[in-house]
T-cell receptor
Framework: EPEVTQTPSHQVTQMGQEVILRCVPI?????FYWYRQILGQKVEFLVS????????KSEIFDDQFSVERPDGSNFTLKIRSTKLEDSAMYFC?????????????FGEGSRLTVL | SQQGEEDPQALSIQEGENATMNCSYK?????LQWYRQNSGRGLVHLIL?????REKHSGRLRVTLDTSKKSSSLLITASRAADTASYFC??????????????FGKGTMLLVSP
């Protein structure tokens, strides 16, 4: 069964370092998303991406964050200069239909620990 | 303000019992979705109910939607230990993009004891 895959599963980094989280969405999906979940808290929307551009972004998704679809398969989230409060589980998701009309398929997440 | 708020925050039951979780939301929606998350794992879609539907079933799951009260409920019948997980409702948001994204509530943590 097709699935969304994310790498790395866990990354530890020093504050101020750049981090890139990678995702391979399901191949025929058109819409891509990043969410994050701080330990024990709710799943928070970061950004949605369609047709090679950002559709929507939240207040969390500031200038330190960027997304890219460098080729036909990967979807990346870059954090330019990590802060302690960026420590969280980051989930990539994809959907065939626009998120509000169809289900999202989530990856297993990338746990980011900023020291 | 929260778009989707589940209650209770935590629910502990015995195997075989039914579990009911509720979700309230604030804005008009065209659908509402429920997801499940096992500890430390990704979210898995359970069911989507459209605004013109009042009730929907999928296996042991029953979802209701009351748009006049802006609320939904998820019922898991004959629960099993494997149902232990967090359950989230999700509603469309993103006014600037035509409500293209889903916003999740805080979730209900369900513990089913053998």
């Amino acid at each position: 069964e097709p699935e969304v895959t994310q790498t790395p599963s866990h990354q530890v980094t020093q504050m101020g370092q750049e981090v890139i989280l990678r995702c391979v969405p399901i191949s025929n999906h058109l819409y891509f998303y990043w969410y994050r979940q701080i330990l024990g808290q709710k799943v928070e929307f970061l950004v949605s991406f369609y047709n090679n551009e950002i559709s929507e972004k939240s207040e969390i998704f500031d200038d330190q964050f960027s997304v890219e679809r460098p080729d036909g398969s990967n979807f990346t989230l870059k954090i330019r200069s990590t802060k302690l409060e960026d420590s969280a589980m980051y989930f990539c998701a994809s959907s065939f239909l626009q998120g509000a009309t169809g289900e999202l398929f989530f990856g297993e997440g990338s746990r980011l620990t900023v020291l | 303000s929260q778009q989707g708020e589940e209650d209770p925050q935590a629910l502990s039951i015995q195997e075989g019992e039914n579990a009911t979780m509720n979700c309230s939301y604030k804005t008009s929606i065209n659908n509402l979705q429920w997801y499940r998350q096992n500890s430390g794992r990704g979210l898995v879609h359970l069911i989507l109910i459209r605004s013109n539907e009042r009730e929907k079933h999928s296996g042991r799951l029953r979802v209701t939607l009351d748009t006049s009260k802006k609320s939904s409920s998820l019922l898991i019948t004959a629960s099993r230990a494997a149902d232990t997980a967090s359950y989230f409702c999700a509603t469309p948001t993103g006014e600037n993009s035509g409500y293209s994204t889903l916003t999740f509530g805080k979730g209900t943590m369900l513990l089913v004891s053998p």
